[in-house]
């Protein structure tokens, strides 16, 4: 039997050749993890930051409309057990078109932000929540 005729194997460049498209494939689907890690930490942190706003704006908006203070309520601060959120909260008076006005027409807008650093930019996001409240 001669070496041209036996094709039972592979040869020593076939293997080298296949591994090394193997080694090109997985490193490429490693570099996509760190991607997706950031991208559902963002979509945390987005969802976070809803909650807060959220709960802040329920908090006001059981306030009578005789008690909620108009002005700022609530100063850009940190948020106890939440590290790396800010939040704000502003009440004013707003006219029937939603323009801020200065006196009151019996209907307040409040409006509360919620700041967050993003994994993936290092920049300072941004959720924002506003609701009205009337005298009823």
């Known amino acids: 039997m001669s070496i041209k005729n036996n094709k039972r194997g592979f040869s020593l460049l076939e293997l080298i050749t296949a591994f090394s498209i193997l080694g090109l494939v997985t490193i490429a689907l490693l570099q996509a993890f760190p ?14 930051a809803s909650y807060l706003a959220q709960q802040k704006i329920e908090d006001l908006g059981s306030v009578a ?52 650093t993003s994994p993936q930019s290092q920049t300072e996001k941004i959720f924002n929540l506003t609701t009205l409240v009337s005298k009823k």
């Open 65 to 116: 409309y005789s008690d909620l203070n108009v002005g700022v309520i609530e100063p850009k601060n940190s948020i106890p057990n939440y590290p790396g959120f800010q939040r704000q909260s502003v009440v004013s008076y707003v006219d029937g078109n939603l323009n801020e006005i200065v006196s009151d027409l019996d209907l307040k807008k409040i409006s509360t932000t919620v700041y967050y």
């Open 35 to 48: 991607f997706g890690l950031a991208a559902n930490r963002e979509a945390e942190n987005n969802s976070v």
